[in-house]
């Protein structure tokens, strides 16, 4: 994703930040409660929206948390019924885990060959569930990559049915300083602040995913976990969720400034745009804008190569590792692509050697088509190409070992080593092994004494 400048993270370490207790007495806290405090207005102010909450620990958590205002606030109008929430298609999976957590009945609404909302299955579902509906989930720019341009109008038509309009503000980096969730037809929203505003992403670290809301929502934004109230849900056992991480946000706000974030919008638009029509050529980007533009990210379609070559996405990926690349996101949202989001922080001459590698790589899918090598027996299938592999007495493939360690000159002055070799990806999931002591020991370890 993007930069984690060390300014930003520096602060976390600091024992002011670092060391307290997510309950310390209040007047012994001011600080932190200050930086809260400007976060969430800052966040409000980028969204249009009257209230934040930063406590939830995950765009998904922040999902559930927006939701359950929903609920709370059709229920505080008497409209209890209210129970159906609408998600289209193309929605992250966690859209649909969030509706069931927060007591709600899915109700999935097609997408158009283009990627968009199907206006008219949205008008089918309006009027099959009209006083049920309860909420609309929809992400914009969608997962799709790409501005939808009836926005407004699948806002205005679930409006008009006395559903909330949810907007998954997940990409949220195409809209920074150029658009508002909260004034083009959200209700509500969550951010995810390990996403957009700079907390390192991956590895199963904190998030944050802060939910905001429009004013006739602020009552129902998630409650303090010590204080039992009938409306604000809390959503996580403390007030503010993942504080610890919060001054990498705040510094990044506060060093970009409003002009700094609209430019990081902008230059990420210009990244995605620039990579994808490089790219189109050699890999069609699946879905664009009605003037062959897309968002923050693009969507290549590796399914005709696979179709024709056997090549997949996969390979694709792994391939990437010898070029000295983490791999894209993988089969999400379409299988069989990968979606590339450059983001703003990588500069033209690494976007630049990013083509170059995908370019080169669609030469070597090419060579398989003409029959250079099987796709079994290709630098492709072979990869990644670890350098055990590479200096074993015995090779045994019909391409060289400098072909598979240097497809590019570039990569003689700066060569990234992958340390493993690939492993069957699914098999893992499939046989579940399991390193605990098997239950029977648990059987004949001596008694505890019950505390008294
Ligand atoms: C990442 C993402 C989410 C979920 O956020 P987490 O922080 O991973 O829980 C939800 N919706 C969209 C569109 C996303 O991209």
Redesign the pocket.
């Known amino acids: 994703m993007k930069l984690n400048a060390t300014a930003e993270m520096e602060a976390i370490s600091w024992p002011g930040f670092a060391d307290l207790h997510p309950f310390v007495p209040a007047d012994q806290a001011q600080g932190y409660a200050e930086l809260i405090d400007g976060l969430e207005s800052a966040l409000a102010e980028i969204t249009g929206y009257a209230g934040v909450s930063v406590q939830p620990n ?4 922040g ?1 559930l948390a927006g939701l359950l205002a929903i609920r709370g606030y059709h229920v505080s109008r008497g409209d209890a019924d209210r129970d159906v929430c609408l998600i289209p298609a193309s ?2 999976g ?2 649909a885990a969030s509706a069931v957590l927060a007591g709600l009945k899915v109700e999935v609404v097609a997408t158009a060959p283009d990627g968009e909302v199907l206006l008219d299955d949205l008008r089918a579902k309006l009027e099959n569930h009209g006083p049920r509906v309860a909420a609309i989930m929809i ?1 914009y720019p969608s ?1 799709h990559g790409v501005y939808e341009e009836h926005v407004r109008e699948v806002c205005d038509l679930v409006h008009d049915a006395g559903g909330q309009v949810y907007i ?1 503000g ?2 949220l980096n195409a809209l920074v300083g150029l658009a508002r969730p909260g004034e083009f037809g959200g209700d509500v929203s969550h951010l ?1 602040l ?2 957009t505003f700079c907390i390192p992403h991956g590895g199963g670290g904190p ?1 944050v ?1 802060p939910v905001a809301v429009a004013e006739h929502l602020v009552p129902f934004l998630p409650g303090d976990p010590l204080v039992a109230s009938p409306s604000a849900t809390p959503v996580s056992g403390t007030r503010f969720g993942s504080a610890g991480i919060l001054p990498i946000s705040y510094a990044y706000v506060a060093l970009m400034g409003p002009d700094g974030l609209t430019e990081a919008t902008k230059v990420a638009v210009l990244a995605a745009n620039y990579v994808a029509s490089r790219l189109h050529h050699h890999f069609p980007v699946l879905y664009t804008g009605p003037n062959g533009l897309v968002a923050h990210e693009s969507i290549l379609d590796l399914r005709r190569i696979t179709a024709e070559t056997g090549v997949t996405a996969e390979d694709v990926a792994k391939r990437l590792m010898d070029y000295g690349f983490h791999a894209p996101t993988l089969s999400f949202p379409v299988a069989g692509t990968l979606m590339v989001e450059p983001t703003e922080s990588e500069d033209l001459a690494e976007l630049d050697r990013f083509v170059d590698a995908l370019v080169a790589i669609r030469g070597e899918i090419d060579a398989v088509a003409s029959g250079r090598w099987s796709v079994e027996e290709s630098p492709l299938r072979g990869a990644p190409h670890t350098a055990a592999a590479l200096t074993a007495d015995t090779w045994g493939r019909p391409y060289s070992r400098e072909l598979a360690a240097y497809p590019v000159a570039s990569l003689r002055g700066a060569k990234y080593w992958p340390p493993v070799r690939r492993v069957d990806g699914a098999r893992g999931d499939r046989n579940l092994v399991c390193s605990c002591p098997p239950i029977e020991s648990y059987a004949s370890a001596p008694q505890t004494a019950p505390l008294s």
Do not use: F, I, L, V
């Not at 995950?58 to 958590?61: E, K, N, P, T």
């Open positions: 995950a765009g998904s958590q999902e929605a992250h966690t859209n992400t997962t998954d997940a990409n995810n390990h996403k998030g995913g």
